[in-house]
């Protein structure tokens, strides 16, 4: 059983910025990748950004050179720091992970949300 705890959402002007915090927790061997998505108004959940546990990350082109992946593997803990915020930011921020349990399962867990509000 894994845990993930989101922390870090709030209420910004434009061009402020917020660090999301992501923390897993339980029987983990190991954590693969770990991601954090928007929910949009239709509830689906679009891919932000990502890290691997050997540092690869990617970005959607829409927060490119404005938010930063980056992860602590001896934490497994996952940080974005969400830079330069535009109000189109605006939306809950899941964080997901994709590990292997100590039972050498691999399974992926979502956070419970955190909200980001950005004002214009």
């Known amino acids: 059983q894994v845990q993930l705890v989101e922390s870090g959402g709030g209420l910004v002007q434009a061009g402020g910025s917020l660090r999301l915090s992501c923390s897993a927790s339980?029987?983990?061997?190991?954590?693969?990748?770990m991601g954090w998505y928007r929910q949009d108004p239709r509830q689906y959940r679009i891919l932000v950004a990502s890290?691997?546990?050997?540092?690869?990350?990617n970005y959607a082109d829409s927060v490119k050179g404005r938010f930063t992946i980056s992860g602590d593997n001896a934490k497994n803990t996952v940080y974005l720091q969400m830079n330069s915020l535009k109000p189109e930011d605006t939306g809950v921020y899941y964080c997901?992970?994709?590990?292997?349990?100590?039972?050498?399962?691999?399974?992926?867990?979502w956070g419970q949300g955190t909200q980001v509000t950005v004002s214009s």
């Open positions: 997901k992970s994709i590990h292997t349990e100590t039972t050498g399962r691999s399974y992926q867990y």
């Open positions: 339980g029987s983990i061997f190991r954590i693969n990748t």
């Open positions: 890290i691997t546990s050997g540092g690869e990350t």
